[in-house]
């Protein structure tokens, strides 16, 4: 039962990587010189998008993003998947 707990959590943190990965790209995209802005500047915009825009998720994504803080958004955009 724990091996799919950890499959589940793994699953999650996947899925919060790609939905944060579609905002950063939007986001870029709009704001260009976001490129060079440091981390937590990105995850401060990051998050006030997904305020703004969560009602435009799916119910699934809604549910992942419902409590993520500005920290956590750092941490997804500091992780890199191998």
């Known amino acids: 039962m ?10 999650k943190s996947d899925e919060k990587r790609k939905l944060i990965n579609r905002f950063l790209m939007r986001l870029t995209k709009e704001q260009p010189q976001m490129y060079y802005a440091t981390t937590s500047e990105i995850s401060r915009s990051i998050h006030t ?9 799916s119910v699934e994504e ?10 956590e958004i750092e941490g997804l955009l500091g ?3 191998r």
């Open 2 to 11: 724990t091996q799919n707990n950890t499959t589940t959590e793994e699953n």
């Open 62 to 71: 809604q549910a992942l993003v419902r409590r993520m803080t500005m920290e």
């Open 79 to 81: 992780f890199h998947a």
């Open 49 to 57: 998008m997904i305020k703004k825009h969560t009602n435009r998720l």
